[in-house]
């Protein structure tokens, strides 16, 4: 018989999901020594040749205890959504980022990053960041192109709406031989300098 065995965790740090699919988390203990076993052995799959199965599960705030000297192994399942929980009720902020194939179409390695707000430090915002990286390479000419969607809802209709956007993502690396590009000539009127672009595709002329 396959027994569950689970872990607390008190703050969720980073979550990297690519080849090496990694995450940082902190548990509820002081001691690294008993932190670090404690884990070892939960997610431990010695003398196995089936994959390890994880599963993340949300608890209710009142299943976490308020201080434990060591994180102590816990049979699933876990708590279950209350009885009064209404996803309608709640608001949502979300970012399509799109499939991973149309991430990897422009070469390279996409990341998405969301920062925390700090009080302390004067910070009142959430920080999003969309970064290309990896084998990554523009040359002269080349243009990259990223095109997501964010949108607030009720947290009941996300998956709803995300799957309607979802498909409608665009990353791309364009070459400089796959467009024509238009001639932009600049005026100066005054003290003012103004910046006007061809009306047209591989137009050569502005009009002032």
Request: without cysteine; proline residues 3%; positive net charge.
């Amino acid at each position: 018989m396959f027994v569950f065995r689970g872990v607390h965790v008190a703050l969720l740090k980073f979550w990297s999901w690519n080849s090496d699919k990694k995450v940082w988390f902190a548990v509820y203990t002081k001691d690294t020594t008993t932190a670090t076993n404690t884990l070892n052995e939960i997610f431990s799959n010695a003398g196995s040749t089936d994959v390890l199965p994880i599963e993340i599960r949300p608890l209710r705030k009142s299943d976490v205890p308020t201080i434990l000297e060591a994180t102590s192994l816990t049979k699933l399942p876990l708590a279950s959504v209350p009885a009064d929980y209404n996803s309608s009720a709640i608001n949502a902020f979300t970012y399509v980022y799109g499939r991973g194939a149309a991430n990897a179409a422009a070469g390279g390695n996409s990341q998405r990053r969301i920062g925390s707000t700090d009080h302390s430090q004067g910070r009142d915002f959430t920080v999003l960041e969309m970064s290309w990286a990896g084998q990554a390479r523009l040359r002269a000419g080349d243009t990259y192109t990223n095109r997501g969607y964010y949108f607030s809802s009720n947290l009941g209709s996300v998956k709803e709406t995300a799957d309607i956007l979802r498909d409608k993502i665009v990353v791309d690396k364009i070459g400089l031989e796959e467009w024509s590009p238009r001639v932009v000539h600049i005026y100066k009127a005054g003290s003012n300098f103004v910046a006007k672009a061809a009306l047209l595709s591989g137009g050569q002329n502005t009009i002032w």
